[in-house]
């Protein structure tokens, strides 16, 4: 076998532990859930899940080691994600202002910018990097094969916890979002939680 089961044993307990832990993508889900349903959520936690995947096998062929090392390359795909999030910030607001437009986010979109926000956070790349090659085995042979089965397994743990907590916060948002005001509420937090993550992303150190 490519990944020794045992090894594969390991590693799936270390993955789920690492998915449950709050970070950006559960954030993101959890405002997409509040500002456009359960149905964007879940579209959201694919697309961010499919980008976790690509940063996995970017990482097997070595571009994520090459974009780690660059300092420009990383600085350039930080600030995008921070101009991406900043983005859809400031949709969620004037989507918040009238409730007829808070739900406008289609889950194609969703699964787009789920993807967008994911492809565009080096701290993905460093994570991947630092985490999945501890259970590679060049002597076993194909080390691709071995980064994309790693990161199949770590991506649909993280699309399962991810749209479970985009589901629950969307389930949320539809009762809310009757009153104009608790829309214009739902918008801001929503607003809110990605202008945070945009910041957390600008306040990112590549050490």
Known sequence: ?????????????????????????????????????????????????????????????????????????????????????????????????????????????AFRDGLMVNLTNPKVILFVLAFVPQFVSPEKGDVLAQFLIFGAVLSLGGFLINAVVGVFAGGVGRQLTGSPVFARWLGRVSAGIFTALALRLALLQKG
């Not at 390991?10 to 709050?22: E, G």
């Not at 899940?49 to 070595?62: D, E, K, N, P, R």
């Not at 300092?71 to 859809?88: E, H, K, N, S, T």
């Open 1 to 109: 076998m490519i990944v020794d089961p045992l090894t594969l044993l390991a590693f799936v307990p270390a993955a789920l532990a690492l998915n449950l832990t709050p970070g950006a993508d559960m954030l993101f889900c959890l405002g997409q859930g509040l500002r456009s349903g359960p149905k964007s959520a879940v579209a959201a936690s694919a697309g961010i899940s499919a980008g976790a995947f690509v940063h996995t096998g970017a990482a097997g062929l070595g571009l994520g080691a090459l974009i780690a090392a660059l300092p420009w390359a990383f600085d350039a795909i930080r600030w995008l994600g921070v101009a991406y999030l900043l983005w859809l910030a400031l949709q969620a607001l004037r989507g918040g202002a009238h409730s007829e437009n808070l739900v406008s986010i289609q889950p194609a979109q």
